[in-house]
């Protein structure tokens, strides 16, 4: 029972460690914006796609219908372009589009016909872990106008930047965040 409890509090922790790292480092993210945040939504795409990737292969074992291991990495790939592109083109509907179409041509170039059961869970995984992220990009970099207008002084969050830091992405980006990670709490 004396192991186990310190078992437990050897993964408690581990766990308050890498919440503190991811905590800092998406902040910090955040904070900074543009090809920081960017590239830090990339490798959660990627790494979200990657284990949505994984789920579609282990439920299509247990079904029969899996999707091909060089469609799953394209996808993960591609849902990793997305949110890059998106910051360099302004565009969130031509990456999925873009997209869309490799997965197509994958498939296509696969031996035996494509299922439905393969095409839905590729652009599903296309849209769920590639083009919402986007969104994300495109509310932290793309809303440049200033949050606070206040007669208080142009320094006032001089710790944080300044007050030209402080757009509407910014303040919008950490209250979806803060709320998020309210609610899980």
Request: charged fraction near 10%; glycine fraction near 10%.
């Amino acid at each position: 029972a004396h192991l186990e409890e310190q078992d437990n509090a050897k993964q408690l922790q581990k766990r308050i460690l890498s919440g503190l790292v991811v905590g800092v480092s998406g902040g910090g993210a955040i904070l900074m914006g543009g090809w920081v945040f960017t590239v830090a939504v990339a490798a959660a795409a990627f790494i979200a796609a990657r284990e949505y990737f994984e789920l579609v292969k282990n439920v299509g074992n247990a079904t029969g219908v899996t999707l091909p291991q060089h469609v799953s990495g394209v996808c993960s790939f591609l849902c990793a372009l997305m949110p890059i592109w998106t910051l360099c083109c302004g565009h969130v509907d031509i990456p999925l589009i873009f997209a869309a179409c490799i997965v197509v041509i994958a498939l296509l170039l696969q031996r035996g016909d494509p299922c439905f059961d393969q095409l839905a869970s590729a652009f599903f995984g296309l849209f769920y872990c590639g083009y919402l992220p986007c969104f994300r990009v495109m509310l932290r970099c793309g809303l440049t106008v200033p949050a606070l207008n206040t007669k208080i002084g142009y320094n006032w969050p001089f710790l944080l930047g300044g007050l030209a830091h402080w757009t509407v992405g910014l303040v919008a980006t950490l209250l979806t965040v803060g709320s998020i990670i309210a609610a899980d709490t």
